[in-house]
């Protein structure tokens, strides 16, 4: 077993007014590996990566979540970027007055880069070298998404968190993003990825947990994972349970609830 | 005409003063989402502790810089102390917050520096005159106008040249994601208040020699550049320019044509009917809410 980069222990946490959110969340990710994070609507994983990332103030309420074994809980979202922990947010968090170019060196706030990175990291998207002085709000859905993930390159992270990159996207659009995703992996980024998509997370995931109302109910290396029944009925929506008269269940089954 | 262009001129100037605290305003404003309410009296406060410095012998140079770095540090303590602890708070808790502030900091003035006026010695004479053509312009309008254009060159130069108004932008757009790229987000806002401090007490030390010194000097320049806040749009810093100088001409061809008495009626005359057909303001962006 590879060691951990990320380690996230028993964490309850939640929003003002009583709000829990996680009730006693416990994951791991390790070097090298890609951590796929399911769930339906509302359970919870959005606040999982917001908590990881000291976003919410005052929050994780119970439990600690440690980077290369520093805490991590209390510390403002800024420095814990500047750790080496990049998240892409959902809604992609740019800067949409700002052109392309300056939304990519604002990441000069966190550490130095150079001509050659700065280039290296453009080649990849070359969508965006035609764009670099256009304002941000005025690219396409996917090409916002991928100067999302640009700008987190350029911060070269050791821990890439990326909350739902596929949503709003045509398909091609997410294939190339997962492709891109793919390809990081292979250079030795650890990523955790949140998604709905669940089928194609679990196809670039090694390790996957499945998140409901607050708890994991399921984790597994992701061919086990996509193996598994419930989590084929649930959430890549492949149906089983065939009834004589074509009958389906209207709500299915959890078997580990 | 050449009674009209005498009144563009002092207009110009005085309006170039409304520009430097609507700026400042506009500036929070923008980037920390909180009507600072207690601008003016950090703009007050910088005056003294120049006036502190002049009386002390320092050399004029050093008395205003001197007080300059007093009003943003100052400033960036109040946002660091007060402001961010609270920021969670609702619009009005803030507005409340800053109108406390401005009012503790009132009664400091009164109680160092007393109520009575003074006279506050400055380079620039109001009496020492250019003459071009027949408009008669003293040096001290001369300076204001001068000081206060090369204000805003360098204010927005600051904004859209430098690595720190960069920063600034950002986080007005988006504080969270900012934050998510590394940007320490309370030390820009805390540069932006220092900023906007020193913006405020460079306008206040302009008008401190036409005026005299005390601690409520700046309550009508401040009621005025928040005019042209509005006027120009919350959101706008050319547009507080803007609003600023034509706040300062309406008022100076106002009071020469028609009437002393009313001339500071008129500014938020002109402001209920600019709003009136433009709510945004002149340079505002219409804002949309979304159901």
Known sequence: MTAEVLSVRNVEAGYRKGLVVLRGVSLQVREGQVVALLGSNGAGKSTLLRTVMGLIPDQPEKGEVTFRGVRLNGKDPDAITRMGLALVPEGRGLFPELTVEENLQLVGYARRYGRAEYDAVLDRFPVLRERLWQQAGTLSGGEQQMLAIARALLLRPSLLLLDEPSLGLAPRVVAQIFSILESLNREGIPILLVEQNARMALQVAHYGYVLEAGRLVLEGPAERLREDPNVQELYLGIQREPSPKGFRRWRPRRRWA | ?291
């Not at chain 2, 009164?110 to 009496?127: A, I, Q, R």
């Open chain 2, 1 to 291: 005409m050449t009674l009209l262009l005498q009144y563009v001129a002092n207009g110009l100037a005085a309006g170039s003063l409304y520009a430097l605290v609507a700026l400042g305003i506009v500036l929070l404003y923008r980037c920390s989402r909180v009507l600072n309410f207690a601008h003016g009296d950090l703009a007050t406060l910088g005056v003294f502790f120049a006036f502190s410095g002049l009386t002390r012998g320092w050399p004029y140079g050093l008395a205003l810089l001197g007080g300059l770095a007093g009003a943003a540090a100052v400033s960036a303590a109040f946002y660091r102390l007060l402001i961010k602890p609270v920021r969670q708070a609702t619009a009005l808790s803030l507005v409340i917050t800053t109108l406390g502030f401005a009012l503790f900091l009132s009664g400091v003035m009164v109680w160092v520096w007393g109520t009575d006026t003074k006279v506050f010695p400055f380079p620039l004479s109001e009496v020492r005159v250019f003459r071009l053509g027949g408009v008669v312009v003293s040096e001290l309008t001369a300076g204001s106008l001068a000081v206060g254009l090369v204000l805003v060159a360098g204010l927005s130069a600051l904004v859209q040249r430098t690595r720190l108004g960069l920063a600034m932008r950002a986080v007005a757009q988006n504080p969270v994601a900012a934050q998510l790229l590394g940007v320490p987000a309370g030390q820009v806002l805390a540069a932006t208040w220092a900023v906007a401090g020193a913006l405020g007490a460079a306008a206040g030390m302009l008008l401190a020699p036409a005026v005299l010194l005390d601690p409520f000097m700046m309550l009508d320049p401040f009621l005025k550049g928040f005019a042209a806040a509005v006027l120009g749009g919350m959101d706008s810093l050319p547009g507080a320019v803007a609003g600023g100088l034509i706040l300062g001409l309406a008022e100076s061809v106002f009071a020469g044509y028609v009437s002393v008495k009313y001339k500071a009626t008129l500014s938020f005359v002109v402001i209920v009917a600019v709003l009136l057909v433009r709510p945004e303001g002149l340079l505002g962006r219409p804002f949309h809410r979304r159901v």
